[in-house]
């Protein structure tokens, strides 16, 4: 098992960026896929970002790409998603993901999440 903690999240206008930041707890987060998802009011949970234990392998959701980037630090214990040209279709509450198979987190994450974090975007 592995506890995560997310940040970052707050307002910002349309087109401006934001970072955010999972911690994760444990020795063996370089073990771990990890992935980024987001909840808007009313709609399912979606998949936006992950990236394998080494970092190698990266994988968008459609609606992201090019736009949005997913990175770690192992030596931090960290999972990064760097948020640009943010959109109005953007806002939700954003959570991390953690796994050891990064196929899982593609396919919906796994069983252990972060309590989220808020993105608003202003028109």
């Known amino acids: 098992q592995v506890q995560l903690v997310e940040s970052g999240g707050g307002l910002v206008q349309a087109g401006g960026s934001l970072r955010l930041s999972c911690a994760a707890s444990g020795r063996t987060f370089s073990s771990y896929a990890m992935g980024w998802f987001r909840q808007a009011p009313g709609k399912d949970r979606e998949f936006v970002a992950a990236?394998?234990?080494?970092?190698?392998?990266?994988n968008y959701a459609d609606s992201v790409k090019g736009r949005f980037t997913i990175f770690r630090d192992n030596a931090k214990n960290t999972v990064y998603l760097q948020m640009n040209s943010l959109k109005p279709e953007d806002p939700a509450v954003y959570y991390c993901?953690?796994?050891?198979?990064?196929?899982?987190?593609?396919?919906?994450?796994?069983?252990?999440w972060g309590q989220g974090t808020q993105v608003t975007v202003s028109s």
């Open positions: 993901a953690a796994d050891t198979s990064l196929y899982t987190v593609v396919a919906g994450g796994g069983d252990n």
């Open positions: 990236i394998s234990w080494s970092g190698g392998r990266r």
